[in-house]
């Protein structure tokens, strides 16, 4: 190493999640680099700028709301990546090993057009006999028949939370908890202290309104250790043996939020290794919205759903404590 003005020289710097990073954050750490390698994935999620930072470009590049900005930020790893010269000396990583070949395929179809491919690994033979919604690889949890009750509601800030979705997860996870068999099962694949289930939440007031609930709803210490609840924003290079997924948004508008941006919810569908619950409205990504995301993850499941491996499950029945 030689030293230039004043700082360390490097002959390679690597910086992981780079499509995370902003301007600043890469330009520190490539400055010092003779060569540098760049590892990230800028269909997951962006670079993270604060609110004041995002109502300051909203005002400068003359956009009413600062929530639109995010369909504009865009990383520098992206443009880099997409760039002629990107596109020259860049290479893609088609091969993932943490989903279960299902959630994978999944994730591939709506997210990376086909190309991301399926690795080996084992699924641990514990999922038989388990609540409904944990019999196939992905599930949907469909509130849609909750009518009115389904829908949204503003909390503190600008968030928002969903009790229809809240007491779905908390159903499931009574009946996980019933399953003694099944919750030693989960210790003995995580080391301890890791969590085997996550849920993950689309908003912050969710995981809030669903962290109340599970306390006061007594579960035991043993599936309480294993539980994580947290937003997808703090997801990321994570993973899970079940994913639980609440969508939260839903109104008769169906108006899509920031859930009309594809990173996000790729981010926490991708997460899970095992298995996949999604909760939420399936009413709110058809038909206007169905080529959104959400809309295009309920099309797969539906064109596969004879293959036993997606399943859909109405939460009003309460017929899937075991399953079938």
Known sequence: MSSLAGADQYDWIIIDEAARSIASELAIAMQVGKRVLLVGDHKQLPPLYTDPHKKALARHLGIQSSND??????????????????????????????????????????????????????????????????????????????????????????????DAEA????????????????????????????????????????????????????????????????????????????IILSVTRSEQKQGSGFLKLPNRINVGLSRAMDRLVIVGDKRMWQGKNSQLPF?????????????????FVDITTKKFKKAV
């Open 295 to 311: 809309g295009k993850v309920i099309k797969f499941m539906e064109e596969h759903a004879s293959e036993d491996l997606y399943r």
């Open 69 to 162: 900005i995010d369909e504009l930020i865009e990383s520098d790893f992206a443009r880099a990546f997409e760039s002629d010269y990107g596109k020259q000396v860049g290479a893609k990583l088609l091969v993932q090993y943490r989903m279960a070949p299902a959630i994978g395929t999944l994730v591939s179809q709506c997210f990376y057009d086909g190309e991301l491919e399926n690795g080996e690994r084992k699924i641990p033979d514990i999922y038989r006999d388990v609540p409904k919604a944990l019999s196939s690889a992905a599930t949907w949890l469909d509130t849609s028949n909750l009518n009115k009750k389904a829908h949204h509601q503003t909390g503190s800030g600008r968030s928002i939370y969903n």
């Open 167 to 242: 007491d779905a997860i908390v159903d499931l996870l009574k009946q996980v908890d019933e399953n003694e068999t099944f919750v030693h099962s989960l210790l003995e694949q995580v080391k301890e202290g890791e969590a085997a289930i996550g849920v993950i939440c689309m908003y912050a007031e969710q995981k809030r309104r669903i962290r109340q609930k599970v306390k006061k709803a007594s579960l035991s210490d043993e599936l309480t250790k294993l539980l994580k609840i947290d937003t997808v924003d703090s997801y990321q290079g994570k993973e899970n043996r079940v």
